[in-house]
């Protein structure tokens, strides 16, 4: 027998969303442009504007990287947002001016409460 029945999930991520998801984060994917000869441009759609958290993977102090001769930090980052958002690897996350690509979705468990995945500031 379970424990939670569905309803009561339903409840407890809707609490959860309600108590933690604060930001609005937009989640965009690409829909690449075909050219007449083959070739492809990058085309970015916004899929969704959800509510959402992201919290640091337990970095005391985030990673540096020299790009373009500036150093540039970076931080992986574990990303919450609504039970069901659809997400997949290579979209992109928007929140603010902040924009991160997702790394890796976490699996879906049976008791889960929130669509979560792991992302990388741009």
């Not at 509510?51 to 993977?57: E, G, H, S």
């Not at 992986?76 to 997702?102: C, L, M, W």
Request: glycine share 6%.
């Amino acid at each position: 027998m379970a424990i939670l029945n569905d309803a009561d999930l339903q409840e407890l991520a809707d609490l959860g969303a309600d108590l933690l998801l604060k930001d609005t984060c937009n989640i965009l994917r690409n829909d690449p442009i075909i050219d007449a000869l083959g070739g492809s441009t990058d085309n970015w759609v916004t899929i969704a504007a959800v509510p959402c958290a992201m919290i640091d993977l337990g970095q005391k102090a985030p990673q540096q990287l020299v790009n373009a001769q500036q150093d540039t930090s970076i931080g992986y980052k574990a990303f919450h947002a609504p039970k069901g958002t659809d997400i997949r690897v290579d979209d992109q996350i928007i929140t603010g001016e902040i924009s991160y690509n997702v790394l890796a979705p976490y699996g879906e468990t049976s008791y889960q409460v929130f669509t979560s995945a792991v992302i990388l500031a741009r």
